[in-house]
């Protein structure tokens, strides 16, 4: 079992930045691959990123690369979202994920989910 709790979201103007953090709970963060998702109003939760238990693999959605940075610090329980050059369309609500082993971008294979933080982009 492990609890997720994400930080860092709030206000910003487009092209700035936020680093989302997700703490986890638990001893075995480092046997989970992690994930971050997000939800805009009126639409389906959608994947971002995801990183390997130990880094060596990560994995974005086409449309972030280069603006979005995924990491994570296993002797700190915590996985981070770097956002640059922030978009009005990045706007959304942004979930961590996390599951055992391997790594996925399917939202539907992972166990567990932090609560959320909002994201407001303002043009």
């Known amino acids: 079992q492990v609890q997720l709790v994400e930080s860092g979201g709030g206000l910003v103007q487009a092209g700035g930045s936020l680093r989302l953090s997700c703490a986890a709970s638990?001893?075995?963060?480092?046997?989970?691959?992690m994930a971050w998702f997000r939800q805009a109003p009126g639409k389906e939760r959608e994947f971002v990123a995801t990183?390997?238990?130990?880094?060596?693999?990560?994995y974005y959605t086409d449309s972030l690369k280069g603006r979005f940075t995924i990491s994570r610090d296993n002797a700190k329980n915590t996985v981070y979202l770097q956002m640059n050059s922030l978009k009005p369309e990045d706007t959304a609500v942004y979930y961590c994920a996390a599951r055992s082993g391997r790594w996925s971008t399917i939202r539907y294979e992972y166990r567990y989910w932090g609560q959320g933080t909002q994201v407001t982009v303002s043009s």
């Open positions: 638990g001893r075995t963060f480092s046997t989970y691959a």
């Open positions: 990183i390997s238990t130990d880094a060596t693999t990560i």
